[in-house]
């Protein structure tokens, strides 16, 4: 191996403001740093300091640059993530506006980042900040668009729709709101300006769509997988202590954890729906991460329906703090996790070899809840055709299909791909090949 192949790369890493998507750039930040790679990690001071901590023996190589979110009038002081708002459209294009502000001060960074000796080899651009592409065109550094989605999705690159999804998401995906541009609009832009696709997926989980994606590109673009990043648990906790006291009281095997992510939230009236259906799922046990429905009007005190804590009491917990989703799969007491099935919270509960009961909302949680099904680690909650809502009754029948199965088919199946998830020798070589892509694009 020459000299130029050995030399260690200086890499920039520009992640989409979510934290579902900051932790994953994270670990691969991480990744990377282990084997001598130096790393930029962009993002807004707030989303910065909530970051858990980098192992001591690959902080030094990681360089945190904190740009300012830019004021825009509508968007409530702090609202770095899309953890701080709610998902309804007008506050999500206010975030996206605010977003679309970091161009200047992200070009000026990259700027003074290539003014000297340090020049960056690479900047790793995630889904949506197409704006970061345009800047590293500028500046002749060449860019790797992040897929953090299935092969699957990203081998037909732009949000998909399914039939069942509702208007909310729809408009979303392809109707410019105040930020000027379309989910898909974003999208497209990113990968086309980029020189490389790099994909969170293996050829392991996803044979085929990764084995056309590997033949064919990506958007026109070289295609190769990071392999599933799955994450170390990081030994958090809720605030409290609350959650974890709950668990440890409960059966083992006896808990559905319940958690649909930040980027879509349910409606009230769905978040209602859920509640009695819970209910109706009688003698099953759950833990509930409940974020607040996506109608801002709706008070606290009506988010659920009267009396559900109370007829509920002692075999649930609803929790509207933090919640540590990775220690609470990890849990003995947790059997199974309802999830919205974004790829991030799918590749954790597999991890674990937890079976899936899946409620996709928007975007590639809809393909992501397809897979899953397909390789029978679980099943999906039976939507209505006209709106993509659902009712009690089936999200009842969901959950009791997958509780009553604990010893057959989808844990079963759920096993099978934990040992693929959890395989992390196999994903490390995925990096090293992802890195070794990187080298021969810049040869």
């Given at each position: 191996?020459?000299?130029?192949?050995?030399?260690?790369?200086?890499?920039?890493?520009?992640?989409?403001?979510?934290?579902?998507?900051?932790?994953?750039?994270?670990?691969?930040?991480?990744?990377?740093?282990?084997?001598?790679?130096?790393?930029?990690?962009?993002?807004?001071?707030?989303?910065?300091?909530?970051?858990?901590?980098?192992?001591?023996?690959?902080?030094?190589?990681?360089?945190?640059?904190?740009?300012?979110?830019?004021?825009?009038e509508g968007l409530p002081e702090g609202a770095e993530s899309t953890n701080d708002i709610s998902s309804s459209r007008d506050m999500l294009e206010l975030h996206w506006m605010a977003s679309d502000g970091l161009?200047?001060?992200?070009?000026?960074?990259?700027?003074?980042?290539?003014?000297?000796?340090?020049?960056?080899?690479?900047?790793?651009?995630?889904?949506?900040?197409?704006?970061?592409?345009?800047?590293?065109?500028?500046?002749?550094?060449?860019?790797?668009?992040?897929?953090?989605?299935?092969?699957?999705?990203?081998?037909?690159?732009?949000?998909?729709?399914?039939?069942?999804?509702?208007?909310?998401?729809?408009?979303?995906?392809?109707?410019?709101?105040?930020?000027?541009?379309?989910?898909?609009?974003?999208?497209?832009?990113?990968?086309?300006?980029?020189?490389?696709?790099?994909?969170?997926?293996?050829?392991?989980?996803?044979?085929?769509?990764?084995?056309?994606?590997?033949?064919?590109?990506?958007?026109?673009?070289?295609?190769?997988?990071?392999?599933?990043?799955?994450?170390?648990?990081?030994?958090?906790?809720?605030?409290?202590?609350?959650?974890?006291?709950?668990?440890?009281?409960?059966?083992?095997?006896?808990?559905?954890?319940?958690?649909?992510?930040?980027?879509?939230?349910?409606?009230?009236?769905?978040?209602?729906?859920?509640?009695?259906?819970?209910?109706?799922?009688?003698?099953?046990?759950?833990?509930?991460?409940?974020?607040?429905?996506?109608?801002?009007?709706?008070?606290?005190?009506?988010?659920?329906?009267?009396?559900?804590?109370?007829?509920?009491?002692?075999?649930?917990?609803?929790?509207?703090?933090?919640?540590?989703?990775?220690?609470?799969?990890?849990?003995?007491?947790?059997?199974?996790?309802?999830?919205?099935?974004?790829?991030?919270?799918?590749?954790?509960?597999?991890?674990?070899?937890?079976?899936?009961?899946?409620?996709?909302?928007?975007?590639?949680?809809?393909?992501?809840?397809?897979?899953?099904?397909?390789?029978?680690?679980?099943?999906?909650?039976?939507?209505?055709?006209?709106?993509?809502?659902?009712?009690?009754?089936?999200?009842?029948?969901?959950?009791?299909?997958?509780?009553?199965?604990?010893?057959?088919?989808?844990?079963?199946?759920?096993?099978?791909?934990?040992?693929?998830?959890?395989?992390?020798?196999?994903?490390?070589?995925?990096?090293?090949?992802?890195?070794?892509?990187?080298?021969?694009?810049?040869?």
């Amino acid at each position: 191996m020459d000299a130029h192949q050995q030399q260690q790369l200086r890499i920039v890493i520009c992640p989409w403001l979510a934290m579902g998507h900051l932790l994953p750039c994270l670990d691969l930040a991480d990744r990377l740093a282990s084997r001598g790679h130096r790393v930029s990690f962009v993002s807004t001071p707030r989303n910065i300091s909530r970051l858990p901590p980098l192992r001591p023996t690959v902080a030094p190589l990681v360089e945190f640059v904190a740009l300012p979110l830019p004021r825009v009038e509508g968007l409530p002081e702090g609202a770095e993530s899309t953890n701080d708002i709610s998902s309804s459209r007008d506050m999500l294009e206010l975030h996206w506006m605010a977003s679309d502000g970091l161009a200047v001060p992200f070009s000026e960074f990259l700027d003074a980042a290539c003014a000297g000796a340090n020049k960056p080899d690479w900047v790793i651009v995630d889904t949506f900040p197409y704006w970061a592409v345009t800047a590293g065109a500028e500046h002749k550094v060449p860019c790797a668009g992040l897929l953090l989605c299935s092969a699957s999705m990203g081998a037909a690159p732009g949000p998909r729709v399914h039939g069942n999804e509702d208007s909310r998401g729809k408009n979303m995906m392809f109707t410019r709101g105040a930020s000027g541009l379309s989910l898909t609009e974003r999208v497209s832009m990113t990968l086309q300006g980029c020189q490389l696709v790099a994909s969170r997926s293996c050829l392991e989980l996803e044979p085929e769509s990764v084995s056309a994606s590997l033949t064919n590109g990506v958007a026109g673009k070289p295609f190769v997988t990071l392999g599933l990043l799955p994450p170390s648990p990081r030994g958090e906790d809720d605030g409290d202590g609350v959650v974890r006291r709950w668990l440890d009281a409960q059966p083992p095997k006896s808990v559905v954890y319940i958690a649909l992510g930040s980027e879509a939230q349910l409606r009230a009236e769905q978040v209602h729906e859920m509640a009695l259906g819970l209910e109706l799922a009688a003698g099953t046990r759950f833990l509930w991460a409940l974020r607040k429905p996506v109608d801002d009007e709706v008070d606290d005190a009506d988010v659920l329906p009267p009396g559900f804590e109370e007829r509920t009491r002692g075999r649930g917990l609803v929790a509207t703090g933090w919640v540590s989703q990775l220690s609470v799969l990890a849990h003995d007491a947790v059997a199974a996790f309802l999830t919205h099935c974004g790829w991030g919270s799918t590749i954790e509960g597999l991890m674990y070899g937890r079976p899936l009961i899946m409620l996709p909302i928007i975007a590639d949680q809809w393909p992501n809840a397809a897979l899953m099904e397909g390789k029978q680690v679980g099943v999906q909650v039976a939507r209505h055709g006209d709106d993509g809502s659902f009712d009690r009754e089936a999200l009842a029948a969901a959950i009791c299909a997958v509780m009553v199965d604990q010893d057959g088919i989808f844990t079963a199946n759920a096993k099978k791909l934990q040992m693929i998830v959890a395989d992390r020798e196999y994903h490390e070589r995925c990096i090293d090949g992802f890195i070794q892509q990187l080298r021969s694009c810049i040869q």
